[in-house]
């Protein structure tokens, strides 16, 4: 997360924890003065402007960003954005159906990757690096969405949940019967699996536009391993039973899904660890 100081020295964070909101509005609006395109901003604007219950002007900085992630490509962030503003005003209608035409208009594929994969539940897709006018605040494309057709598109959408989680606190444990797939849109997670001698390894961290726990959604066995929030972290949720729902509709969203689940199964890396 960025962090950024105002005239008196206290950083955005601050400003927030004291609920200064006014003043944290006007601290990110002098840095964006100077960084207008900075996607972390405009996205720290909008949650402030929601945090000062301005909710219009949060509303419209959010869909300003939802519909260029959508444009671009970057359907997972997209989607958390309309999550976000879904939470604002949940009477405000179609925006869904406009992000998925931006999305499926686009129509770029990504490939799944088919190198060795990482570890099962903790498996992820390579990112697809794209050039910003802030260096290192690029999004990530996630590939997971990219064979939808646009009915298929909206169900998904609609069916997500957005979850959030702070530094230290623990997203799913190594064990633990697995029911939902996660896909990171915000932040950094930490991934361990217990080795031979009962320890729990750090075997890869997880940035934004990736995702885990497909294998689990979809059979029902144990998570293999314990993933962790390493910064504040936004995931979207997708549940075995809305994905029930929604295959009763599109048997082909499921399809999707195990296709990933197939090609990304396996981990030396996880071998490897638990014989440690």
Not at 144 to 156: I, N, Q, T
Not at 171 to 189: F, H, P
Not at 226 to 247: G, Y
């Amino acid at each position: 997360m960025l962090s950024w100081i105002s005239g008196k020295g206290n950083t955005v964070e601050e400003l927030i924890a004291q609920k200064q909101y006014d003043k944290a509005i006007d601290a990110i609006k002098a840095q964006l003065d100077e960084r207008p395109k900075n996607t972390r901003l405009r996205l720290q604007m909008g949650d402030v402007l929601a945090m000062a219950e301005r909710t219009e002007a949060a509303i419209k900085v959010m869909l300003d960003l939802a519909e260029e992630f959508a444009t671009e490509g970057f359907t997972a962030k997209a989607v958390a954005i309309l999550k976000k503003i879904q939470r604002l005003d949940p009477t405000r209608a179609g925006i869904d159906e406009k992000l998925a035409d931006l999305i499926r208009a686009r129509d770029v594929p990504v490939a799944i990757p088919s190198v060795a994969p990482p570890p099962r539940d903790v498996t992820i897709e390579a990112q697809a690096e794209v050039s910003s006018p802030d260096e290192g605040d690029a999004p990530v494309r996630s590939p997971l969405f990219d064979d939808f057709s646009r009915e298929e598109l909206l169900a998904v959408m609609n069916g997500l949940d957005l979850l959030t989680f702070e530094p230290g606190e623990i997203i799913m444990t190594e064990g633990e019967t697995g029911a939902s797939l996660l896909i990171l849109t915000t932040g950094t997670v930490r991934a361990y699996v217990i080795n031979a001698s009962g320890a729990n390894l750090e075997v890869r961290t997880m940035d934004e536009g990736e995702f885990f726990g497909e294998i689990s959604l979809l059979s029902g066995k144990p998570r293999t391993a314990t993933i962790t929030a390493a910064t504040p972290c936004e995931l979207l949720e997708l549940n075995r039973t809305t994905l029930d729902k929604i295959s009763e509709d599109h048997p082909r969203v499921r399809e999707i899904v195990q296709e990933f689940s197939e090609k990304r199964a396996g981990s030396i890396d996880e071998v490897m660890a638990r014989s440690t």
